[in-house]
């Protein structure tokens, strides 16, 4: 029993190595680019009507590709392989291209699409970003309830003072947050907007002004300072981490070295005591 353990232990372990090698990933990445490069294709009707039946077959073997590797990791693996919510990522999105798209689940044909994100999970650097913006994601919840609570006061003001006089941009809340979000993000806010109002209350300028300072300038850039924070903090992290790693083979390998040199020494002695005994 032992034995086969440690022939299926050799096996699993020699799967996982092909596997993960550098060669077999680059390859499923070009697969993943290709992919979606046919998938771009069939939202053509001229080339989908022409060469369909060959962006069909093409897509049925890549998944096939992709779901024997999910398979053989999970072969590997076992359970462990739903312990890494990467690996979960890629089962679920390959999975829903396995589901069959009936009329009831037609939304997933176009969902097909979602296998691009595996991407973010081959490469290193695109793995690091999301796992930034995961890593900013209580920081960011702040920042959105800052302004969250200026969209419900500067709308509660917006309503009160203009919502009369321009019902289809401030007539209630509802309208008055779409407007103010139109404002912030700096889409046709003077001439379609700001403009228009000050031709009824000359110093509306005054809001305007100072909304655009405070959300758009103060708040989304605070966004970006958190998750560049975030991302800085992280490589800190995967910095420190390799630095205890480097002292921690730096003091085995002193270690090993010390009894190295403690078993010379011995070897040393039992020499020169069998010389003095002969």
Same mark, same amino acid.
């Given at each position: =029993?032992?034995?086969?353990?440690?022939?299926?232990?050799?096996?699993?372990?020699?799967?996982?190595?092909?596997? =993960?090698?550098?060669?077999?990933?680059?390859?499923?990445?070009?697969?993943?680019?290709?992919?979606?490069? +046919?998938?771009?294709?069939? *939202?053509?009707?001229? #080339?989908?009507?022409? %060469? &369909?039946?060959?962006?069909?077959?093409?897509?049925? !073997?890549?998944?096939?590709?992709?779901?024997?590797?999910?398979?053989?990791?999970?072969? !590997?693996?076992?359970?462990?392989?739903?312990?890494?919510?990467?690996?979960?990522?890629?089962? #679920?999105?390959? @999975?829903?291209?396995?589901?069959?798209?009936?009329?009831? +689940?037609?939304?997933?044909?176009?969902?097909? !699409?979602?296998?691009?994100?595996?991407?973010?999970?081959?490469?290193?650097?695109?793995?690091? !970003?999301? &796992?930034?913006?995961?890593?900013?994601?209580?920081? $960011?919840?702040?920042?959105? /309830?800052?302004?969250?609570?200026?969209? %419900?006061? /500067?709308?509660?003001?917006?309503?009160?003072?203009? @919502?009369?006089?321009?019902?289809?941009?401030?007539?209630?809340?509802?309208?008055?947050?779409?407007? +103010?979000?139109?404002? =912030?993000?700096?889409?046709?806010?003077?001439?379609?907007?700001?403009?228009?109002?000050?031709?009824?209350?000359?110093?509306?300028?005054?809001?305007?002004? +100072?909304? #655009?300072?405070?959300? *758009?300038?103060?708040?989304?850039?605070?966004?970006?300072?958190? #998750?560049?924070?975030?991302?800085?903090?992280?490589?800190?992290?995967?910095? *420190?981490?390799?630095?205890?790693?480097?002292?921690?083979?730096?003091?085995?390998?002193?270690?090993?070295?010390?009894? =190295?040199?403690?078993?010379?020494?011995? $070897?040393?002695?039992?020499?020169? /005591?069998?010389?003095? @005994?002969?």
């Amino acid at each position: =029993m032992s034995g086969q353990s440690v022939i299926a232990n050799t096996w699993k372990t020699k799967v996982e190595h092909f596997i =993960m090698q550098h060669s077999v990933q680059n390859f499923i990445v070009f697969l993943i680019v290709l992919n979606a490069a +046919l998938l771009g294709l069939e *939202t053509n009707p001229q #080339i989908t009507q022409t %060469y &369909g039946a060959i962006l069909t077959w093409f897509d049925h !073997v890549i998944l096939g590709i992709f779901t024997l590797e999910i398979v053989l990791l999970i072969g !590997v693996r076992g359970w462990a392989f739903f312990k890494d919510p990467w690996c979960i990522f890629d089962f #679920i999105v390959v @999975g829903i291209a396995l589901v069959p798209a009936t009329e009831a +689940l037609s939304v997933l044909r176009s969902l097909r !699409v979602l296998r691009v994100l595996r991407l973010i999970n081959k490469v290193e650097s695109m793995r690091k !970003v999301v &796992g930034g913006l995961l890593h900013s994601l209580p920081g $960011l919840g702040s920042v959105f /309830s800052l302004i969250l609570i200026i969209f %419900y006061v /500067s709308g509660v003001i917006t309503t009160n003072e203009f @919502g009369r006089e321009f019902p289809e941009f401030f007539g209630d809340l509802g309208n008055s947050f779409f407007t +103010l979000f139109q404002v =912030m993000t700096l889409e046709s806010w003077s001439d379609g907007i700001a403009r228009p109002v000050m031709e009824k209350f000359p110093y509306a300028w005054i809001f305007f002004v +100072l909304f #655009i300072l405070i959300a *758009t300038f103060v708040v989304i850039n605070l966004f970006i300072a958190v #998750i560049v924070d975030s991302l800085s903090s992280a490589n800190k992290d995967e910095e *420190t981490e390799l630095d205890h790693d480097a002292l921690f083979l730096h003091k085995e390998l002193t270690s090993l070295k010390s009894e =190295m040199s403690d078993i010379k020494a011995m $070897l040393l002695e039992l020499s020169e /005591s069998k010389k003095t @005994g002969s």
